[in-house]
């Protein structure tokens, strides 16, 4: 049984910045593309972006620009950074290597 774990979820004002990391076993951040998912409050989980092995990274068009995922195999970690965040990007987001998922970790953005 792999585990991931978010961290760096917290309070910020809108068009603040915010950086989340996920972190695993070494197998997971060795061989694995990494997601990141985020649920609005009564919603289903969203793709935001994934990461390959190879660090080759792809969006979802709704945060292309604004949210960057990067990984450092090295650490087991994988990293969301997120800037000019608005209320609606208030959410619980969760990192995954296909079928693992994190805890999540709350954002959010208010005033």
């Known amino acids: 049984q792999e585990q991931l774990e978010e961290s760096g979820g917290g309070f910020v004002q809108p068009g603040g910045s915010l950086t989340l990391s996920c972190t695993g076993s070494?197998?997971?951040?060795?061989?694995?593309?990494l997601y990141w998912y985020r649920q609005l409050p009564g919603k289903g989980r969203d793709l935001l972006g994934l990461?390959?092995?190879?660090?080759?990274?792809n969006y979802d068009a709704s945060v292309k620009g604004r949210f960057t995922i990067s990984r450092d195999n090295a650490k087991n970690m994988v990293f969301l950074q997120m800037r000019n965040l608005t209320p609606e990007d208030a959410a619980v987001y969760y990192c995954?290597?296909?079928?693992?998922w994190g805890p999540g970790t709350q954002v959010t953005v208010s005033s």
């Open positions: 990461i390959t092995e190879d660090g080759v990274t």
């Open positions: 070494r197998s997971l951040f060795s061989f694995y593309t």
């Open positions: 995954s290597a296909n079928p693992w």
